[in-house]
């Protein structure tokens, strides 16, 4: 074998990724030294972009095609070297593919309940998890801002940024909502919508895009999705009026299911059961109405003392005033005092008493 050949062989002439990865986002291709040989060719395949970083600057970026690596083909490299009137020696330079294709079923999820008020809970507590879907938009961006000078590049080392953005926005979306939780999910895609068009700004400084983001679920604290549970069961059934009956019903059910409670909880069961048919069909008008309740307790009646030239006679009834004042023993200006009652006063000032005057008229004024 001549020298030339030799040497020239020792220069790579052909340039590309084959990435059988699906989280590889960035790739460094490895060559000893960093030499590329005048006229190689780059093979950018579709779903990729090649940049070239020449002594730490970012130089040219090639799109998906076939190159040869020239002169016309690498202006900004041309330009940063000074080759004038073209170049036929190798050249350092590192080169790095940007996969550019989606990077799908990504997941995201609160680490930490969000705190909302729900117009029918009120303060509550929330957790959702999704999928989203990211892709590089812009590879030298892309490669400025985030990567530098990684090797290989994957997506978990930028999904935990984006999942902290995206659980931020979407907690600020749904808390002012006003949204109630039970209505959520009929709403989880405009949800995720709003959620995706505003993190695209901060992606876009990243070089970055959100193609899809997805709420898959909306759920409250286990102790209100087992109260609902319980509202639900009852509803079914029909109304049992009183929600502690029904708790009542389904501890001593329990009981009477419990292998180890022998005789006694068969029999607390079967007395349970019967107990709650019985209340089932007069709840579902199948029976005797219940019972009115008792009335209550007649007021107590007050009784009165009447004071006459200092000294005092009673206690009297209302009725036995009512009598006394058709008699006219009792007059408007008679003082009267029941229990409760603040100080003496004229049976007119009486609401309860005046009213026995109404049948009579007052006397005449004087000098009529």
Do not use: C
């Not at 607390?268 to 019985?278: I, P, T, V």
């Amino acid at each position: 074998m001549p020298i030339m050949d030799f040497l020239r062989g020792q220069f790579i002439d052909v340039i590309e990724w084959t990435d059988d990865t699906r989280d590889t986002m960035v790739y460094r291709f490895e060559r000893y030294g960093n030499e590329i040989k005048y006229g190689a060719k780059l093979t950018v395949r579709e779903g990729q972009t090649a940049v070239f970083v020449h002594e730490g600057q970012l130089a040219d970026v090639f799109t998906p095609g076939l190159y040869m690596l020239e002169t016309n083909n690498m202006p900004i490299m041309t330009n940063l070297q000074h080759w004038d009137h073209g170049f036929a020696s190798p050249f350092k330079s590192e080169i790095y593919f940007v996969s550019t294709a989606r990077f799908t079923d990504l997941k995201w999820g609160t680490k930490n309940p969000i705190m909302l008020r729900d117009p029918e809970f009120g303060p509550t507590r929330i957790r959702a998890f999704g999928t989203y879907t990211v892709r590089v938009a812009d590879a030298a961006r892309f490669m400025t801002e985030i990567v530098g000078t990684d090797g290989e590049f994957t997506t978990d080392e930028i999904t935990s940024q984006i999942r902290n953005i995206i659980v931020q926005q979407f907690s600020q979306v749904v808390a002012g909502s006003g949204i109630p939780v039970l209505d959520m999910a009929a709403n989880t895609g405009d949800f995720g919508k709003i959620v995706a068009d505003r993190i695209s700004a901060t992606l876009t400084d990243y070089g970055l895009t959100l193609p899809e983001l997805y709420i898959e679920n909306i759920s409250l604290p286990p102790a209100v999705e087992e109260a609902l549970d319980k509202r639900t069961s009852m509803g079914v059934v029909g109304d049992l009026n009183k929600y502690t009956q029904f708790q009542t019903a389904e501890a001593m059910r329990a009981a009477a299911e419990n292998p180890g409670g022998g005789g006694m909880g068969e029999g607390l069961g079967m007395g349970m059961g019967m107990a709650m048919a019985q209340g089932l069909t007069q709840a579902m008008g199948g029976g005797r109405a219940a019972a009115p309740a008792a009335p209550p307790p007649p007021p107590v009646e007050h009784v009165w003392h009447i004071a006459e030239n200092g000294q005092t006679r009673g206690p009297f009834s209302r009725a036995d005033l009512g009598r006394m004042a058709s008699a006219g023993e009792l007059t408007r200006q008679t003082h009267v005092w029941t229990q409760g009652q603040d100080g003496w006063k004229r049976a007119e000032e009486v609401t309860e008493l005046a009213q026995l005057f109404t049948v009579m008229p007052p006397p005449p004024p004087p000098g009529v």
